[in-house]
């Protein structure tokens, strides 16, 4: 009996001592879920060199597309589930409810410690997607909640060979609206396809036409639209809206533009088959695998003349959270900041082809990253308006440009729909 | 002794009862609890705001008729085409042809294809820009050059291409199906007609159909059901709702969650799409019943 007591108190004090000292030696994980597929290998790559280097493990879990990220992040959400870093794929205001609802650190005592170290280490329209600033309309408190791990800016690409053989010089795209309109007449005649794009994913031609109407009527009366101060009856947003029938009738869209999933066009662009494609910086990554022969070079949207420049959507490419849950968070704050770091932030962007959010890893990029880098002094986005237009609105907008580009509305009739689901959702604001 | 019996026949069906309440009762109510709040399926905290969402639903989301017309519509082609192939390949599998059992294979593969493959392959065969536009060189070829035609980018035919590719998908289930039933069908009934001098449409009017019917409101039903879901294939054929032309309930529903994060709103248009199913298939199969 003694012995068998013995033998189980050896057992017990073995299994303790071993588990307590385990337990102080060990560092925390982190967890980390992200969805983009074609950067995996490179944090995997950085996970390991991080613990070679500090002992902590990081652990990138891969879940895609998308779709299904987003969907697996809010149901975390519900469950208080969220591992210690993950992302949003939404809109501003999925970003505030997910830090109303306690799920994201503020990270702006981070941010800036030691005069503003990691601050001034991004380009300040990186940030700016990560910022809620003084007064917002989604009832936040001022500060930065993301880290942004690269930037994008959303452009036009044309096709360098085709340009030649439609009779055009190479190194001068078109810089004017008029002058883009009449190549759609010259690639009519060429029996070729004009600008490919994602519009079947009604996103991409809804930022397309945002973009025109920043360079049509300005900021402050896109804002004030959205404020619902300015009818989408307007005659400047009608005018925006004319110039999508222009692109229809000249021949400068390819066809099928409308049903066209982004994944499509870039096969049909990177295929040469196409003259145009309307994508984002990400794409200099998707077209060096599809056709790492292809010459092409980025340039802004052709812009109307007239008081406003151009302005295009950008700003950071993807971000990183902190779940203000976790009890890792300060190893998972350190980890993103190192992330960030230049040397870290120049291997991704060398790897990746997506454009760093650190400013200071810019310097070794191809020329036609920096080409797309060059747009970010045109960037906008509307994550930084600290606006948000009605979903309802946004998607009654989106599917009548679709319906101008088949021919079935008139760029009045689509403004007028427009506006009555405006004043309709404005209606039921009041009402709450 | 009577109390026992009972108490044993409730133990042996409690864990059926179990399941199906954890699984569909419950939901069910949680969903249907979920539709009378605003929520954004983020925060802790819901709206409670009565049966506003269904208000909205019938009497201001013209989008949302427009899907489930949409639907509709699939679904007519479906019950009438694809059903009626489905049963004229069974009934010429049923009969005594050479390869049957090859055909049997043949017609079962679309069935079993994922929806977002049949999707991206009959997108490739129809579209010309990024497709091979084999339909179009097709009708080229055999001197029909009027009927070229951009099948999916088109708001006058792109529903009924999708309707269609689903016709191709969806009719092996109904073949099998219907096999098996004319299968059941005793052949001493057609040996008998045929003793007492009826001719081969005459065997089929009177003993074919009338023996199937119940058969084929099973494929009724569950093609109704199966077709009013559908949203795969039309994400994979045309990229999504292209202007509301092929906007289906289940692409709303999706849009209401991810698109305007009114959780609330989805799921009383869940509920409120549940509960025409449920109508549409109680009407059919009280109609079958009369029909009997």
Redesign the interface.
């Known amino acids: 009996m003694l012995r068998k007591n013995l033998g189980i108190a050896a057992i017990l004090l073995f299994t303790l001592t071993g588990c307590s000292s385990k337990c102080v030696d060990s560092k925390p994980t982190i967890n980390v879920w992200h969805w983009m597929t074609d950067r995996d290998s490179a944090f995997q790559e950085l996970a390991a060199k991080y613990e070679t280097l500090t002992g902590v493990k990081v652990n990138f879990e891969l879940y895609a597309p998308s779709d299904a990220y987003s969907q697996k992040i809010r149901a975390a959400a519900q469950g208080v589930n969220l591992p210690d870093i993950f992302g949003i794929l939404g809109e501003k205001r999925d970003f505030g409810s997910f830090i109303r609802a306690g799920h994201i650190l503020d990270l702006t005592p981070y941010m800036e410690a030691n005069d503003s170290a990691w601050k001034n280490r991004f380009f300040s329209k990186a940030l700016a997607v990560n910022e809620f600033g003084a007064g917002n309309s989604y009832g936040i408190k001022t500060g930065v909640y993301g880290v942004p791990i690269d930037i994008m800016t959303i452009q036009m690409v044309y096709n360098k060979k085709l340009f030649k053989l439609l009779g055009l010089n190479p190194a001068q795209p078109p810089r004017t609206f008029q002058e883009f309109i009449d190549i759609g007449k010259k690639i009519k005649d060429a029996g070729m396809q004009g600008l490919v794009s994602g519009w079947g994913e009604v996103w991409m031609v809804d930022c397309f036409a945002n973009n025109y109407a920043f360079n049509i009527m300005g900021k402050e009366k896109v804002l004030a639209t959205i404020r619902g101060q300015v009818p989408y009856t307007d005659p400047d947003w009608i005018k925006v809206l004319y110039l999508f029938k222009q692109m229809k009738e000249s021949g400068v869209l390819a066809n099928g533009v409308v049903t066209m999933i982004n994944k499509s066009a870039e096969q049909l662009f990177a295929n040469e088959k196409a003259v145009f494609a309307f994508n984002g910086s990400w794409c200099v990554n998707v077209y060096k695998g599809m056709n790492p022969g292809l010459e092409y070079g980025a340039m802004l949207p052709p812009e109307v003349p007239g008081r406003y420049p151009i302005a295009i959507w950008g700003g950071a490419g993807s971000s990183f959270m902190v779940n203000a849950r976790s009890k890792n968070k300060e190893e998972a704050v350190k980890f993103l900041n190192w992330l960030t770091d230049q040397d870290q932030q120049a291997y991704l962007s060398k790897v990746t082809n997506n454009l760093p959010a650190n400013k200071n890893s810019l310097s070794k990029i191809p020329e036609i990253l920096a080409q797309f880098s060059r747009g970010m002094d045109y960037a906008t986005h509307p994550n930084v308006w600290g606006v948000s237009e009605f979903s309802a609105v946004i998607e009654a907008w989106d599917r009548g440009l679709q319906s101008i580009i088949i021919g079935e509305k008139t760029p009045e009739q689509v403004a007028s729909d427009v506006q009555k689901v405006k004043d309709r959702e404005m209606a039921k604001k009041r009402a709450q | 002794m009577k109390f026992k019996d009972t108490l044993e026949n409730y133990i042996f069906v409690a864990p059926a009862v179990a399941i199906f309440s954890i699984f569909y009762i419950i939901p069910f109510i949680w969903v249907f609890q979920l539709g009378m709040f605003e929520w ?5 905290t819901k709206t409670f705001i009565g049966l506003a969402n269904f208000k909205e639903i019938f009497m ?1 989301d013209r ?1 949302w008729w427009q899907a489930m017309w949409n639907a509709t519509y699939i679904t007519l082609i479906a019950l009438t085409l694809q059903n009626i192939l489905a049963f004229m390949l069974a009934w010429a599998c049923d009969r005594e042809i050479r390869m049957k059992n090859f055909y049997r294979v043949v017609f079962f593969i679309p069935p079993v294809l994922s929806e977002v493959v049949v999707g991206m392959v009959w997108r490739f065969i129809i ?4 497709g091979a536009n084999i339909i179009n060189r097709m009708f080229a070829g055999i001197g029909l050059p009027h009927l070229m035609h ?1 099948w ?4 006058q035919t ?1 529903l009924t291409t999708v309707a269609l590719v689903h016709c191709w998908k969806g009719f092996g289930w109904g073949f099998l199906i219907f096999l098996a039933g004319l299968q059941t069908i005793p052949r001493e009934l057609y040996e008998a007609a045929r003793v007492d001098g009826a001719n081969a449409w005459q065997s089929f009017k009177k003993i074919t159909i009338p023996l199937m019917i119940p058969v084929v409101v099973v494929v009724a039903i569950l093609t109704v059901l199966g077709t009013m879901q559908v949203f795969v294939l039309i994400v994979s054929l ?7 032309h092929t906007s289906v309930p289940v692409l709303r529903i999706l ?1 209401s969650m ?5 959780f609330g709103y989805a799921c009383a248009q869940g509920i409120t799409f549940g509960m025409v199913l449920v109508a549409i298939s109680f009407i059919q199969y009280r109609f079958s019943k009369k029909s009997r």
């Open positions: 954004d399926g983020i925060s802790f201001q989008s579209n010309d820009i990024d951009n999916l980018s088109d708001p792109a045309v990229g999504g709702e292209f202007a509301g849009a991810r698109g305007s994060s009114r």
